[in-house]
């Protein structure tokens, strides 16, 4: 009996302990599951952070991009009201890097700088075209200005402003080269001698200049498909002659129909980035 109380009290004893311990355990995973949850939750939070984080880094990596695009688009503003941006500048810089070193010098301003660029470039096409320079057809180029003269007997008969055939290949040639640079401007320009006319068709020289510098508009729109946004006709009478109206050979240097070539500045630069692409383009097929 005694044995047996001995036995049962241990018993009670190990059943107790066990018991304090499962508690104890009990307690611990409770508290591990808390401090898991916890945990849980400040990863979730730090992960939420990490997101703003990234967000708010993405935001200055688009602002700092955006930033040098507007850096590299930066505008400045010529004299003459043209817009310029760094983009064009650097490309103008690359055209300068072909023109005379003495020209080059003589450029003070950002102005100068462009009117050489755009010289270069249509003293380029000029010299590319097969238009012959002679008595009755002279080419000259003044700054950013290819003013090209024309006999009045080249292109019209006489007291008319009808264009006769063999204006034709040389309205092509023209046509050829107001074509080959889309950032150029055309001024037609018809210029008479003094005498007076007046007809049925034909007020007087007012009327025949400017019933030419249209006939020669229409023509360079209609057959040789020159743009007619680039064209401007513009009639000058007899207002603006080369030489004294006393010979018959000074009033036919007067008769004379006047080809302005403008260079378009904004669109010029505008095109310089298409003429690098399609070059390098065409480096890559060779």
Same mark, same amino acid.
């Given at each position: 009996?005694?044995? *047996?109380? !001995?036995?049962?009290?241990?018993?009670? /004893?190990?059943?107790?302990?066990?018991?304090?311990?499962?508690?104890?355990?009990?307690? &611990?995973?409770?508290?591990?599951?808390?401090?898991?949850?916890?945990?849980?939750?400040?990863?979730?939070?730090?992960?939420?952070?990490?997101?703003?984080? &990234?967000?708010?880094?993405?935001?200055?990596?688009?602002? *700092?991009?955006?930033?040098?695009?507007?850096?590299? /688009?930066?505008?400045?503003? !010529?004299?003459?009201?043209?817009?310029?941006?760094?983009?064009?500048?650097?490309?103008?810089?690359?055209?300068? /890097?072909?023109?005379?070193?003495?020209?080059?010098?003589?450029?003070? =301003?950002?102005?100068?700088?462009?009117?050489?660029?755009?010289?270069? #470039?249509?003293?380029?096409?000029?010299?590319?075209?097969? +238009?012959?320079?002679?008595?009755?057809f002279a080419v000259n180029i003044d700054g950013t200005v290819v003013m090209i003269s024309i006999a009045d007997d080249m292109l019209f008969n006489t007291a008319s402003y009808k264009l006769s055939s063999k204006a034709d290949p040389l309205l092509q040639k023209l046509a050829d080269v107001?074509?080959?640079?889309?950032?150029?401007?055309?001024?037609?320009?018809?210029?008479?001698?003094?005498? =007076?006319?007046?007809?049925?068709?034909? $007020?007087?020289?007012?009327?025949?200049?400017?019933?030419?510098?249209?006939?020669?508009?229409?023509?360079?729109?209609?057959?040789?498909?020159? $743009?007619?946004?680039? +064209? *401007?006709?513009?009639?000058?009478?007899?207002?603006?002659?080369?030489?004294?109206?006393?010979?018959?050979?000074?009033?036919?240097?007067?008769?004379?129909?006047?080809?302005?070539?403008?260079?378009?500045?904004?669109?010029?630069? $505008?095109?310089?980035?298409?003429?690098?692409?399609?070059?390098?383009? #065409? #480096?890559?097929?060779?």
């Amino acid at each position: 009996m005694k044995k *047996i109380s !001995v036995v049962l009290l241990v018993a009670l /004893t190990f059943s107790c302990v066990s018991k304090k311990k499962y508690i104890a355990l009990e307690h &611990e995973n409770g508290e591990i599951k808390s401090e898991l949850q916890k945990t849980r939750v400040e990863k979730e939070d730090l992960e939420a952070k990490f997101a703003r984080i &990234e967000e708010r880094v993405e935001t200055y990596n688009s602002k *700092i991009m955006s930033l040098k695009a507007e850096n590299d /688009t930066k505008l400045d503003v !010529v004299e003459n009201g043209t817009v310029v941006s760094n983009d064009a500048k650097v490309k103008m810089r690359e055209t300068l /890097t072909h023109v005379d070193s003495e020209k080059l010098s003589q450029a003070k =301003t950002l102005k100068d700088s462009m009117n050489l660029a755009v010289a270069y #470039n249509l003293e380029k096409v000029i010299s590319h075209s097969d +238009l012959d320079t002679d008595d009755d057809f002279a080419v000259n180029i003044d700054g950013t200005v290819v003013m090209i003269s024309i006999a009045d007997d080249m292109l019209f008969n006489t007291a008319s402003y009808k264009l006769s055939s063999k204006a034709d290949p040389l309205l092509q040639k023209l046509a050829d080269v107001i074509n080959s640079e889309p950032s150029l401007d055309v001024m037609v320009e018809g210029h008479t001698d003094s005498r =007076t006319i007046n007809t049925v068709n034909i $007020a007087d020289n007012w009327d025949l200049s400017v019933l030419r510098a249209t006939s020669v508009v229409r023509k360079l729109q209609d057959r040789y498909n020159v $743009a007619p946004e680039k +064209l *401007i006709a513009a009639g000058r009478s007899s207002y603006q002659p080369l030489a004294d109206n006393d010979t018959s050979e000074n009033r036919a240097k007067n008769r004379r129909t006047r080809i302005i070539i403008l260079p378009n500045i904004d669109k010029f630069f $505008a095109l310089m980035a298409d003429n690098d692409t399609a070059v390098a383009e #065409n #480096n890559d097929l060779d």
